[in-house]
């Protein structure tokens, strides 16, 4: 199960206690549910260019500039299908984020999280986050790089 994957991974930085089982399958859910601005969830979305699968963490209140998206990447932005989702990433839809991840899944932290002490990820399902900072998120998620990838305002 993948929560039991996130839960061993979080648990070699001693924070797999920290686990909340009170999130929501869309942002103002979680939201909602963790008693947090809709922005402070770290929403992972998922893309799929070529035979890479890239992870993107960002804010819950922000989206993807397609222009910034492919100019970081190199191609155009395009969601991981449903179906292909847990598959490729080990986490299904609701469930994504940036820990225990399948081997060769890129992870990226946007620039639009650092603006928080603390966001919300969630650890493998539809019903569970984790409050970290912003440097126990890059800790854990061990990601490639920070992009600046989402639009400043919608």
């Known amino acids: 199960m993948s ?11 001693g924070a797999d206690g920290r686990i909340l089982n009170r999130s929501g399958a869309t942002v103002e859910l979680a939201a909602e549910a963790l008693g947090c601005e809709p922005c402070r969830i770290a929403k992972t979305l998922s893309f799929s260019l070529g035979d890479r699968v890239i992870l993107v963490v960002a804010a819950g209140d922000r989206k993807i500039d397609n222009a910034k998206y492919k100019a970081a990447f190199g191609g155009k932005a395009r969601m991981l299908p449903a179906e292909e989702t847990a598959a490729r990433t080990g986490h299904a839809v609701g469930g994504v984020c940036p820990f225990a991840v399948n081997e060769g899944v890129e992870v990226y932290l946007d620039q639009s999280l650092r603006r928080f002490p603390t966001v ?35």
Do not use: Y
Request: proline share 7%.
């Open 3 to 13: 929560v039991e994957r996130v839960r061993a991974h979080l648990k070699k930085f």
């Open 120 to 154: 919300f990820p969630a650890c493998g399902s539809p019903s569970t986050a984790i409050e970290l900072t912003i440097e126990e998120l890059e800790a854990f998620s061990s990601p490639v790089g920070w992009v600046d990838v989402c639009k400043a305002r919608d």
